[in-house]
């Protein structure tokens, strides 16, 4: 007792001071959130960033301590919400249901910490949370409240739990406290309602490991527990991460000064100043014309608008008329496909193209587009409308001056934009330069390659069983909005739990060819688009058969409703699969976050609903989740691209590159007194093309969407200029 009176008075008495502190690191604890060693402070992760962690400490089942296995996963949704998963295990590979695995634990449990807003930094922070949400089996099920404070090197906590733990951790008052002397190295100890424990930590920095991570290991060296029979000391490792390098650019634009607008031809707000911006040569380099090869300007007359024989030499000795060519090459060399650029004489420029090579966010096309426009077109006061289609089909339009987008790249002030959905109106008098749909996409081969899995995680039979294979689709686009899909796998590897005659056999990932399908995509009125997909898939037996989906999008983007349904028969005795389902997207684009809901009847014959939320960062997100067909169950998810930022450009042979949206889930049962497994719940099987992935990059292409991120489109144009 009397060390418990000395370390939580002398919190409470540092929790009243009013001094404020340098920044103090905060890590994962062993017991799953952010904390100490088995008690929490009121810290939370920071958004976007995620912490992969493992520790030696098992609570067997709140009954005593011993050498275990603990795996925390542990992600920072928003500003002051961080969730987390663990597995906690005797063993990795014993199986349970024999007599090398009786009496072992194997958990799984869900945690969330959030802390209190609109509580000064300079005064404390406040944190509540949750251990061990939901499930079947709440062997580690704690609620807590807890305050912090941090005084020059120093962060104390202090506050209350309850718990049904033997042990009696933080069943009551706890309190810890943390000294970090150096930014790579700190001292912990803390009081956890039943023991004193003391650790020390050390970070490896991120600078030592190419920016990518860091690093960092725990050492659980004392303690005065009396549900240890262990005396060795527990020791953790954990490597943290931010999920998006993308997100440190999204700096605020300045507000632009008032000015006079005035409606152009192309529908657009002109932007006038009383000074004509110029481009700072140190922030932007400049290419000029002489670095491109100027082709002879050629009118296409089945696709420019219709011009006397006058319009056309008048056009012809326009500046214009060199600066468009120059700016059509450009794209074309930047890998832009469907390259089109024409002009007229009141000083207009019209800008088609399709993007092939920023194939995880189309934003980035927009943004080296409208900064290559800005670059080459020099004279004053044009006016620019640039389409962003996918296979010849209408996206998102864009119109502008020239002089005002100048500006918001050298001075970063907010460009007046206007953002449209669907095909643009022409100016009248266009005359199309250089080679009509330069660089065509059609009859060019495009690989995607991407790792596809088959998992359970903290089973009777393991921790974790996996079935691995590696997916290849290859698309080939034919005409406008069509062309055909071929896919299949090969596995690469199995845990035993998926070999021949064991358990999971019938969920492992097969070699085999499973997609031929032809798709044909529609652009239709009032903002809607229908994708038709026909032919042959592969899902443990072979069917053939028809999907269809239609989907509308709002002005701005934020609500997307779409409807898909699929009937398909097997090919070898008589029988049939169908779905249908409804979808709804809210994109919440203050935030970066979307908000889903799928309601329908599925591929097993289950029929509920989906609800979810994904927190965007960058191109990847973090998503939690609830479903109600054949199981309640919930979960959480996160989706990664596994490619670059920029994918090779497309040549005449074709492209290899890897999916832009590689997700992978975890769940549980809820509500009932059971954890059974439940595989291919909501299942409808897809393809590597669809509205939502080809041609509405995510959910994200609206015109919301791209306001929100004007930064990235500054910053994509200085990276790949």
Known sequence: MPKLNTLFLSCAAALSLPIAADEIKHYQSFAGYTG??????????????VDMGYNNQLDLRGREYIDGHNFIASAGLFEGLEVSG??????????????????????LSFNAKYQLPYIPKDWLSVAIGMKDIGGAANNYKTIYAVASKELWDFRFSAGVGSSDRATGQMDGAFAGIEWQPFKWFSVLTEYDSEAVNAAARLTIPKEWLYDIGEITLTSRFYSNTEFSEDTSNYWGINFTLPLSDEVGYQQPVKAAPDVLTSTANVSAATVTTNAVPSINAEAVKIQTRNDYTLPTVKLDAPTAAKVTSNTEQQAALSPLNSQA?????????????????AFNNNNQLFVKFENSIFNRNDIDALGLALGRVAELITLEGVEFSVQLNKYDLALLNVVGTVDNYREFITNNIAPDLLITH????????????????????????????????????????????????IRADLEVPLWQGGGVILGGQVNVANSDDYAENKPFKNYRKETQFDRALFYQTFELPFGFYNQTQVGYIKDF???????????????????????????????????????????????????????????????????????????????????????????????????????????????????VRGTEAYRHSISTQVGKTENRLVFNQLYAPSSTVGLDKTFFNQGRLSSDYVYKHLPRLKEVYLKYR
């Open 36 to 49: 100490l060693i088995n008690t929490p402070n009121a810290e939370t992760m920071d958004a976007g960033v």
């Open 86 to 107: 663990q597995i906690a295990s005797n063993s990795i590979h014993d199986n349970m249901f024999y007599s090398e695995g009786r009496g072992q634990i194997r958990d």
């Open 325 to 341: 060519t120059n700016l059509q090459l450009a794209l074309v060399e930047d890998g832009f496909e469907n390259v089109n650029v």
């Open 422 to 469: 669907g095909e643009a109106l022409e100016p009248n008098g266009l005359v199309w330069v250089g080679t009509t749909d330069a660089n065509s996409p059609y009859f060019k081969p495009r690989l995607t390659i991407a790792p596809t899995i088959s998992n359970t995680y903290a089973t009777e039979l393991g921790v974790f069983d996996y079935s691995v294979a």
């Open 541 to 655: 037996y072979d069917y053939r058969g028809i999907s269809n989906e239609t989907a509308w999008l709002s002005e701005a983007g934020r609500h997307k409703v779409s409807f898909k349904f699929g009937s398909f028969q097997y090919e070898d005795y008589r029988g049939s699969r169908s779905y249908q389902m409804f979808n709804y997207q809210y994109n919440w684009v203050e935030q970066d976050i979307t908000l889903h809901a799928q309601a329908g009847d599925f591929w097993y014959e289950d029929s509920g609903y989906k609800l979810e939320s994904r927190f965007w960062f960058g191109d990847s997100y973090l998503a939690v989740f609830y479903e109600d067909t054949a199981a309640q169950k919930a979960g959480a998810a996160f989706s990664i691209p596994l490619s670059p930022r920029k994918d090779m450009a497309v040549t005449r042979f074709g492209q």
